[in-house]
């Protein structure tokens, strides 16, 4: 069955370098972070725009806001009401470490402590807490979410699950295997991409219903893509059988 490294092998030498996460500084990461939860990257994009426009992609200023000033402002993101409220948790959070990505970091023993101190500001679960650490902060935490979980399930149904941590450590584990002499940024830097990629793999190819499968790079190891290529072989050879006098 097809392994995970050669996944992220196969999609780094076909798709390229992500350049990944959209966002000109930690703090704008951490921001796009909450916003992107339970929307599209437009939507976050739209209301970067507007924060951006008003000069709020500070976290100074952010803070001087109260969160009903600031919900009009991310509309467009949807869930403001509740966006905005996620956002002062976090920028108060931000706060008390002189918003210094510096200071979150040596005030903390280990990445784990900074990621549970993370989950228990509300409104930030596991994949936006690992997508702040590892894009944000330059920590490595591999980014679970439903792209990872689809692709998987297709590329290969025995290592799926949809337990977040469970994928995570799967992951984690394929690379420290395979990286070993790799120090902890060098691990940050593969787990940046390979989350990078499947989310570009999602948009342009595996999608959620119709996945694209003649075009993906991952047609010849994934096993979903076997059987339907394979599938549209017999039914073309059908066809032209059909039509033989
Ligand atoms: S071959 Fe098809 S199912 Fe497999 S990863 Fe690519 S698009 Fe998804």
């Known amino acids: ?118 989950l228990d500001l509300n409104g930030v679960g596991p994949e936006t807490a690992d997508s702040i650490l590892c894009y944000a902060f330059a920590l490595p935490l591999f980014v679970v979410d439903t792209y990872t979980v689809r692709w998987l399930s297709r590329y290969n149904p025995q290592l799926a699950t949809n337990d977040y941590h469970e994928l995570q450590s799967l992951v984690t584990h394929a690379f420290q295997r395979a990286y070993k002499s790799d120090n902890p940024a060098g691990l940050t830097g593969h787990y940046n991409e390979f989350h990078a990629l499947i989310v570009r793999l999602g948009y342009a190819t595996c999608t959620k219903s119709n996945p694209d499968c003649g075009a993906c790079p991952l047609r010849r190891q994934c096993n979903y893509g076997k059987q339907s290529q394979a599938a549209s072989r017999s039914a073309i050879k059908r066809k032209s059988l059909s039509r033989a006098p």
């Not at 959070?93 to 402590?113: A, G, K, M």
Request: charged share 20%; glycine share 4%.
């Open 1 to 118: 069955m097809p392994g995970i490294i050669q996944a992220y092998k196969t999609l780094a030498k076909n798709l390229g370098p992500s350049n990944w996460w959209p966002g000109e500084t930690p703090f704008e990461v951490m921001v796009g972070a909450i916003l992107t939860q339970n929307t599209s990257w437009k939507n976050v994009e739209r209301a970067i725009e507007q924060l951006r426009i008003r000069d709020l992609l500070v976290p100074e200023k952010l803070h001087s806001l109260t969160a009903e000033e600031l919900a009009p402002i991310i509309r467009s993101s949807g869930y403001f009401n509740q966006k905005s409220r996620k956002l002062k948790n976090l920028v108060n959070w931000f706060r008390t470490y002189n918003y210094s990505v510096t200071d979150v970091i040596s005030d903390h023993r280990s990445t784990l402590e900074i990621r549970s101190a993370l």
